[in-house]
């Protein structure tokens, strides 16, 4: 008995990293798998069906049942044809991990307009693209399974990162309004923030593995298991909405919380916001 058994999984992203290990356990769990990748490089250039095929030959050789798709998840049409291929094998869809992306690194001050269209379009618009056609099928068909992959990038925040950060905090706003739509229909929508040896973080000057060797949550294959859970029934829909982040120290939620806040009956200034604002805002501690 696997946990994913006679589940139909969709997985973008995953020739590579992440996605890759999502793909092979969820596999391994009894899960037939769409394993999705455009194949091109850290910076999104190229295209190539290799790494998506390669993943699906290991797939099979270890006895289990994927296919691969090379379309692009930033497209309409490649979202409905990622979709229609699932629909093809297997007539059914009751898993989405939205996983695939890249990376245009740049200081605010330096960045590009063509980077900025460019990360916004692989990440939020790519996770639009791959979701509409699945979620609609969800809720016609009784529910499913989506998570959507953001980062601490969008929810803390992090230098150098404005048009990744900006995509993946599009990614958790989307997260929890389709959490709310989708709630009635059975659709659990949940969020993953991952922090995983890849090789989009190989190069990190604190992820160095010569002076500095990650840990063992640190791995795409341990990360995996949080996809596992949060894909599985033993997550429930009492976590729709939520964000697991699972990295290398381990697994927490991130949450966008309200301070105890200050209602004054009578209306407030800003003088008044001045004198109230340890009230307001969080200690900083
Ligand atoms: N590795 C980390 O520590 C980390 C941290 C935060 C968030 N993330 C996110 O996790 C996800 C996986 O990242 P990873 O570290 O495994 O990186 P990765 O580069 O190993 O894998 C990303 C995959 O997405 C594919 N891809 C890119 N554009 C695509 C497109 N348009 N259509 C289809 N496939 C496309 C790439 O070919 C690649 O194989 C990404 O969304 C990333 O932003 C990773």
Redesign the pocket.
């Known amino acids: 008995m696997g946990l994913l058994d006679n589940k139909v999984a969709i997985i973008?992203?995953?020739?590579?990293?992440?996605?890759?290990?999502y793909a092979r356990l969820f596999s391994a769990e009894g899960a037939k798998v769409l394993v999705?990748?455009?194949?091109?490089?850290?910076d999104?250039t190229g295209s190539d069906i290799g790494?998506?095929q390669q993943v699906v030959n290991d797939i099979v050789a270890a006895g289990g049942e994927a296919v691969a798709n090379?379309?692009?998840?930033?497209t309409m049409a490649?979202g409905q044809a990622i979709f229609d291929q699932a629909m093809a094998e297997w007539g059914r869809v009751d898993i989405l991990v939205?996983?695939?992306?890249?990376?245009r690194d740049e200081t605010f001050h330096k960045g590009s307009e063509a980077n900025w269209d460019l990360v916004i379009?692989?990440?939020l618009k790519?996770t639009y693209c791959v979701t509409k056609p699945v979620y609609q099928w969800m809720r016609d068909n009784g529910g499913g399974v989506i998570v959507n992959?953001?980062?601490?990038?969008g929810l803390l925040g992090n230098f150098g990162q404005s048009n990744?950060g900006a995509a993946?905090a599009g990614i958790a706003g989307l997260t929890r309004v389709l959490a709310i739509e989708g709630r009635k229909y059975g659709i659990r929508v949940m969020g993953?923030?991952?922090?995983?040896?890849?090789?989009?973080?190989e190069d990190l000057p604190h992820y160095d593995q010569d002076k500095n060797p990650s840990p063992p949550n640190h791995m795409?294959e341990t990360v995996a298991q949080a996809m596992l859970y949060m894909c599985s029934d033993l997550c429930d829909m009492s976590k729709s909405g939520r964000f697991i982040h699972a990295?290398k120290n381990g697994l927490a939620e991130l949450k966008v919380m309200r301070s105890e806040g200050w209602d004054p009956a009578e209306g407030y200034t800003a003088q008044g916001i001045a004198e109230r604002a340890d009230q307001i805002f969080f200690s900083d501690d």
């Open positions: 973008t992203g995953a020739g590579n990293g992440l996605g890759a290990a999705n990748d455009l194949g091109g490089a850290r999104g790494p998506a090379g379309d692009d998840v930033s490649g939205n996983n695939a992306g890249i990376l379009k692989v990440h790519g992959t953001t980062s601490t990038s990744y993946k993953m923030s991952p922090g995983a040896l890849t090789r989009m973080t795409p990295a």
